[in-house]
């Protein structure tokens, strides 16, 4: 079926500033942190997107089922369902396949994790903080390609096993991080201990996710395995 198409009009004093045929339908943005969330829907609705959000991978797929968005944003790491769960299982279902896909992420930034991403069918992969020129022009560029995008779905036991790979690799970063935190919080003086502080209990809270999903993933290996 041919995909309908609208024209929107770009705030006048964009670099953006021109009519773009773009797919009907709202742009979901899959962000578990709150005011991180609020920049980015501020950001687009400014420019005259049309906005649906999620706060993880499994509400996202409940709005999709709703909205039918023209393109997702997502987050990697996130409680319930991450990102690349989620593109997991928008690429397995023919209703979703195509809808382009865009990674923020501030935890998945080396080359075999932007490859990872990259083999999910992402259509870009942007890095935290984001540069909000560079993020709408990513997001015009995207809404207006071709998006024929025919990336065949990973089987169950690949996609868990090269994502418990990426999971490996973040658990040893920031194990290392935290260990580093630790140790400077000993040799600073009071005023800026709090700062640090707060930046070692972020880390800590990623670590504990990551391990909760790693955990997990574990089990699901286990249970394929058991049944092959």
Same mark, same amino acid.
Do not use: C, W
């Given at each position: %079926?041919?995909?309908?198409?609208?024209?929107?009009? &770009?705030?006048?004093?964009?670099?953006?500033?021109?009519?773009?045929? /773009?797919?009907?339908?709202?742009?979901?943005?899959? #962000?578990?942190?709150?005011?991180? =969330?609020?920049?980015? #829907?501020?950001?687009?609705?400014? +420019?005259?997107?049309?906005?649906?959000?999620?706060? @993880?991978?499994?509400?996202?797929?409940?709005?999709? *089922?709703?909205?039918?968005?023209?393109?997702?944003?997502?987050?990697?790491? %996130?409680?319930?369902?991450?990102?690349?769960?989620?593109?997991? @299982?928008?690429?397995?279902?023919?209703?979703?396949?195509? /809808?382009?896909?865009?990674?923020?992420?501030?935890?998945?930034? @080396?080359?075999?994790?932007?490859?990872?991403?990259?083999?999910?069918?992402?259509?870009?992969? !942007?890095? +935290?903080?984001? $540069?909000?020129?560079?993020?709408? !022009?990513?997001?015009?560029?995207?809404?207006?390609?071709?998006?024929?995008?025919?990336?065949?779905?990973?089987?169950?036991?690949?996609?868990?096993?090269?994502?418990?790979?990426?999971?490996?690799?973040?658990?040893?970063? +920031? @194990?290392?991080?935290?260990?580093?935190?630790?140790?400077?919080?000993?040799? =600073?003086?009071?005023? *800026?201990?709090?700062?640090? *502080?707060?930046?070692?209990?972020?880390?800590?809270?990623?670590?504990?996710?990551?391990?909760?999903? &790693? $955990? #997990?993933?574990?089990? /699901?290996?286990?249970?394929?395995?058991?049944?092959?």
């Amino acid at each position: %079926m041919p995909v309908r198409r609208k024209i929107i009009v &770009l705030a006048p004093g964009s670099r953006y500033n021109a009519a773009m045929s /773009i797919p009907y339908g709202p742009i979901l943005i899959v #962000e578990d942190v709150p005011n991180v =969330l609020e920049l980015l #829907e501020v950001t687009l609705k400014f +420019k005259g997107y049309p906005v649906v959000t999620a706060m @993880n991978g499994q509400e996202a797929l409940d709005v999709i *089922q709703r909205e039918h968005p023209a393109m997702i944003i997502s987050d990697i790491l %996130m409680p319930r369902m991450d990102g690349f769960t989620l593109a997991h @299982n928008l690429r397995k279902d023919p209703r979703s396949s195509q /809808i382009p896909l865009i990674f923020l992420s501030a935890t998945y930034l @080396n080359s075999d994790d932007k490859a990872f991403a990259m083999s999910l069918g992402a259509a870009r992969f !942007l890095e +935290k903080p984001i $540069d909000t020129e560079e993020f709408l !022009l990513t997001i015009a560029e995207v809404l207006t390609m071709d998006y024929d995008q025919h990336v065949q779905p990973m089987d169950e036991e690949e996609f868990y096993t090269r994502y418990r790979e990426r999971l490996e690799s973040k658990l040893k970063h +920031k @194990n290392t991080q935290i260990a580093r935190t630790e140790r400077l919080l000993h040799t =600073l003086p009071d005023d *800026q201990k709090p700062a640090f *502080q707060a930046l070692l209990e972020q880390v800590i809270s990623d670590r504990d996710e990551i391990q909760s999903e &790693l $955990d #997990e993933l574990h089990k /699901i290996l286990s249970q394929i395995k058991d049944e092959g």
